[in-house]
């Protein structure tokens, strides 16, 4: 039987405030265990919470650049369940009346097509506090330093079929955030986090299956595998006669396989009801025009622009777009260097290839935009090749200094001037009469090959430093 | 001394007659010999209020002081003490000092006013008789084997025998006006969001008030004044302007509308405080106000609405005291379960656990339809009610609690009987209106309490009409036996 996978999403998504959902603690990550909770954060009795403005401001940012609906007026209700990492007994989110409602992202996937996933809503809520349980002794401690952080819960409708349509969605949701500036992306702290809803049915039935959630995959890596893992689970099951249990599981990238957590029957019953504490937050038309105001350009715009503005393909486009910082980056290399095709080439090109050798982001750049602009000036001006921007931008890489200071350093400056670029020319052919002999004797497309040899040749005695245009240009002269 | 009002104080305290330090050392010594009768405080804190007071001294004779800078205060065990264990009546809590101050503390400690100790409280502020207090019951000055009501019974047995010249308090069904009532004093409860909640131990969130108890509603007035403050860390408080309570104690109620709510006079209600209560508003009649009779249609809805709201918002309340980070926290856990069953189990005393259960149920999924929602909408009828009736009236008066003090053990074996002593005070609470008890009279040695209702913000308003009636009759001047 044909199989058809139903997979839906609940992303949690750390807003990049500088304070706490609802204290003045710092939201810092790193810091010392327990340094950054208050008295609010750690529930002592007696004291009250306080929403942050800002946070509501990073959501509204989300829901207009999701296509939703803003609802004018939201509340936040309490989520009660025991756990040491949740102080207060409850969780404070909001249910009923989410700040986000209904909307969509639509997807350009890997093989070009498109594809609309809906948004059921998204809510702004707290983050829970870590337990750690190794090195106490058989004891667990609490870390309450990510107690009361802002989250949005973002909750897409099952409207993926596959571990790359999710992905898809993953990561254009993390350009989205990162775009914003809600969010720094950074999903080794954990700053997004996916729960995975799967469900499997043979293809064309319309009921859906039983579905399982996998929770807390904080890599695009591990959510595609864990996907394709309990998909191939369910069918396997589902073929032999099993049924599916609605349960919530776990993934271990590490060890490739995933467990049972919980099974539906353990399922705690929340007790919601909205938070006496807080009251409902109302937004009003002015407020949500001013945030819309206030909005950076999306990725989608960035890649318009790029393909029409600086004439990229859409591919580049699409790829630089894709990353808020890549995308900054990349602006002011071509707005410094003046060649946006050329600075497109090297952000991808030299400079990817080598953050990615040494596992570092684009903002950790040991090359600045304005070297990386300097380089491409020289090239383009003839100053330097190709093959001498490498050395240079390696060069630059290791803290050697800018452009014209590694270039001088190293003495690196095309020969292109034709009197001694003949004169190189005339001594090489001048000792090596043979293979001057028998090029001039071959037919005209055994040619080139051979005269890669007096290229290299010529090269070889230049130090690398002609200008292989005019050397070429000389070459095929001096040797009809 | 004790036999002062604080307005007295303060002219003494400036003339030099005694200083803080006499003044706080007197109570003090009170408390010392009478409180082992009464019960009223759970902590007495003498070192810290005599270095206070000492401060006090300091700022009064370089005459730059706060008018209530040097009178002694006790608070109740509810808020929150920097450096002063802060119980809440409970176990859980025995052994918790709080490294700040509730909102309304720093307040008064900001005016210079010294802390005497901290009150006795039923459990958590759940309970209409101080019965479910970890730390035993409270004694009606009145009558010693009477109860002194609740939650906010060590505030009121302190200020009825003159241990403290005033106390703080806190109110989410009646607990100041009910044991106001019952010890023969004045209290107030402001309206819901005049008074920072920040520091005050939450019970009902959207219920709680802070307050006060007093001996007149001219202290009372006073004490407002400093009470009262905007507080952002407090999301449900309002900015509303802070009037002087003083400036308006003195005008006359000539032209005063006040309605009686017919449903305030039914079954229930004992004769000897019903007719307490009547003849206090004839002799408000004859201070020139006029009389008229309304009707709180949905009045009955309140003790059922209260007792579904009041335990689903304690349930998550109380979630905090886990054992987990302060507090209560049981002999050798096991695992992690048996930390919060048996530190709850063992930190929490049976009330309490009657209404967490409670709470739970009602908020539980299938239930929370028929019960939560439910009584959100009959709160939402009873507050409609009296919108209605400050259409037609400035203030609305009739008994505090139905029958005076009542005796130890009579009524903390049915809870429902318990519940009904706030049948009177609840819809106040639910609407988020100021109330008041003064006393207007007694039946045989126990006092009986008048209730006044005001309007949203219209604190001013009812202390004149309490400051009015006290001007006018002697009730707030007796004085239990056996107190001097």
């Not at chain 1, 982001?361 to 383009?380: C, F």
């Not at chain 2, 003044?23 to 070192?47: C, G, M, P, W």
């Not at chain 2, 302060?326 to 049976?350: A, I, V």
Request: hydrophobic share 40%.
């Amino acid at each position: 039987m044909e199989w058809e996978p139903v997979i839906g999403l609940e992303v949690h998504v750390q807003l990049a405030t500088r304070s706490k959902m609802f204290s003045g603690s710092s939201t810092a990550f790193g810091a010392e265990p327990n340094t950054q909770a208050s008295a609010i954060d750690l529930a002592m009795p007696g004291t009250l919470p306080s929403a942050n403005a800002e946070a509501f401001r990073m959501a509204t940012m989300f829901g207009l650049a999701v296509n939703a609906e803003i609802n004018r007026r939201s509340v936040f209700e309490r989520k009660n369940y025991f756990y040491p990492d949740l102080p207060k007994g409850y969780q404070t989110t909001q249910l009923a009346q989410p700040i986000v409602g209904a909307g969509y992202l639509d997807l350009t996937l890997a093989d070009g097509s498109n594809k609309r996933v809906r948004i059921h809503h998204a809510h702004i809520e707290e983050d829970a506090g870590k337990s750690l349980h190794e090195d106490f002794h058989g004891m667990s401690g609490i870390d309450l330093n990510r107690a009361g952080t802002p989250l949005i819960e973002v909750v897409t409708e099952p409207d993926m079929g596959s571990a790359e349509e999710a992905v898809g969605f993953a990561r254009q949701l993390h350009s989205l955030v990162t775009a914003l500036g809600i969010c720094d992306g950074d999903m080794s702290q954990g700053s997004m986090r996916f729960d995975v809803n799967i469900s499997v049915r043979p293809k064309g039935q319309a009921k859906l299956g039983t579905r399982t959630e996998t929770k807390n995959l904080n890599s695009f890596k591990f959510m595609e595998e864990a996907i394709a893992l309990e998909i191939d689970r369910q069918i396997q099951v589902l073929e032999s006669g099993g049924r599916i249990a609605q349960e919530t599981r776990l993934y271990n990238g590490d060890t490739k396989k995933a467990r049972t957590m919980r099974s539906k029957e353990d399922s705690n019953d929340y007790r919601y009801f909205p938070c006496p504490d807080l009251l409902p937050v109302v937004l009003d038309e002015a407020y949500i025009e001013d945030v819309r105001r206030q909005m950076p350009e999306l990725p989608e715009a960035k890649r318009t622009r790029y393909v029409a503005e600086l004439g990229l393909s859409e591919y580049d486009a699409g790829t630089l777009s894709g990353d808020a910082a890549t995308a900054a980056y990349f602006e002011e290399v071509a707005r410094l260097s003046g060649q946006a095709k050329l600075a497109a080439n090297w952000v991808m090109g030299d400079l990817a290839a080598q953050l990615n050798r040494q596992e570092l982001s684009i903002s950790q750049s040991p090359v600045s935009a304005a070297h990386l602009a300097g380089l491409i000036k020289r090239l383009d001006d003839g100053t330097i090749s190709s093959k001498m921007a490498k050395t240079v931008f390696e060069a630059m890489w290791s803290g050697e200094g800018d452009t014209d200071t590694v270039i001088s350093a190293k003495g690196l400056r095309m020969v292109s001037d034709t009197g001694s670029l003949e004169k190189i020319v005339d001594d090489i052919i001048a000792r090596n009469p043979q293979q001057a002999a028998n090029y001039r004797s071959a037919a005209e497309d055994k040619r080139p090959k051979m005269l890669g040899f007096f290229v290299g040749q010529a090269m070889k005695a230049s130090q690398g430093q002609a200008d292989p245009q005019q050397l070429n240009k000389i070459l095929l002269e001096k040797l009809r | 001394m004790h036999n002062l009002t604080i307005t007295q104080m303060i002219r003494e305290l400036r003339q030099k007659r005694f200083s803080s330090v006499e003044l706080t050392q007197h109570f003090l010594t009170r408390i010392q010999k009478l409180d082992a009768t009464y019960n009223s405080f759970i902590s007495v804190t003498e070192e810290q209020a005599l270095a206070q007071a000492r401060a006090a001294d300091r700022q009064l004779a370089a005459g730059e002081a706060h008018p209530l800078c040097g009178i002694p205060l006790a608070h109740k065990d509810i808020f929150c003490t920097a450096g002063v264990r802060t119980s809440c009546g409970s176990k859980m809590l025995d052994n918790f000092v709080p490294p700040y101050d509730a909102a309304i503390v720093e307040n008064y400690s900001r005016a210079g006013v010294v802390t005497l100790g901290k009150t006795n409280m039923d459990e958590f502020a759940m309970g209409s008789s101080n019965e479910t207090s970890y730390y035993g019951p409270v004694k009606n000055p009145w009558a010693h084997n009477c109860v002194p009501g609740g939650s906010s019974g060590g505030s009121a047995a302190s200020v009825a025998a003159r241990l403290a010249p005033a106390a703080t308090a806190s109110d989410t069904g009646g607990s100041i006006r009910q044991p106001a009532s019952l010890c023969g004093i004045t209290g107030i409860k402001p309206t819901y969001g005049r008074i920072s909640r920040w520091g005050m131990i939450a019970f009902a969130s959207s219920l709680d008030q802070a307050g006060l108890m007093t001996r007149t509603a001219e202290d009372a007035a006073l004490l407002m004044n400093t009470l009262a403050s905007f507080d952002p860390r407090d999301s449900t408080c309002v900015n509303e302007p802070i009037p002087d309570y003083t400036a308006s104690l003195n005008q006359s109620l000539a032209g005063l509308k006040i309605g009686i709510p017919k449903e305030y006079f039914g079954e229930g209600l004992s004769a000897g405080t019903a007719s307490a209560v009547e003849d206090a508003i004839k002799t408000y009649e004859k201070l020139g106000a006029s009389v008229h009779a309304i009707t709180l249609p949905h009045s009955n809805l309140a003790v059922p609405a209260y007792y579904v709201i009041a335990p689903a918002e304690c349930s998550a309340n109380l979630s905090r005291f886990d054992g987990v980070r302060y507090g209560y926290r049981c002999e050798n856990p096991q695992n992690l379960e048996d930390l919060y069953k048996r530190s709850r189990s063992e930190g929490f005393g049976d009330e309490v656990k009657r209404r967490i259960l409670v709470g739970c149920y009602a908020l539980s999924a299938g239930y929370y339809d028929a019960y939560y929602a439910k009584a959100q909408k009959a709160r939402r009828l009873i507050q409609q009610d009296f919108v209605e009736a400050f259409k037609q009236v400035d203030l609305i008066m009739g008994p505090t609690s139905p029958s005076p003090a009542f005796e130890f053990g009579a009524k903390s074996k049915d809870p429902v009987a318990m519940y009904l002593e706030d049948i009177y005070t609840i819809a106040t609470n639910l609407a988020g209106l100021p109330g008041m008890s003064i006393p207007c009279g007694t039946v045989g040695s126990k006092p009986v309490g008048l209730q006044i209702i005001g309007n949203y913000f219209a604190e001013a308003r009812m202390l004149n009409a309490a400051h009015q009636f006290q001007q006018h009759t002697q009730f707030h001047e007796l004085a239990p036996a056996g107190i001097n």
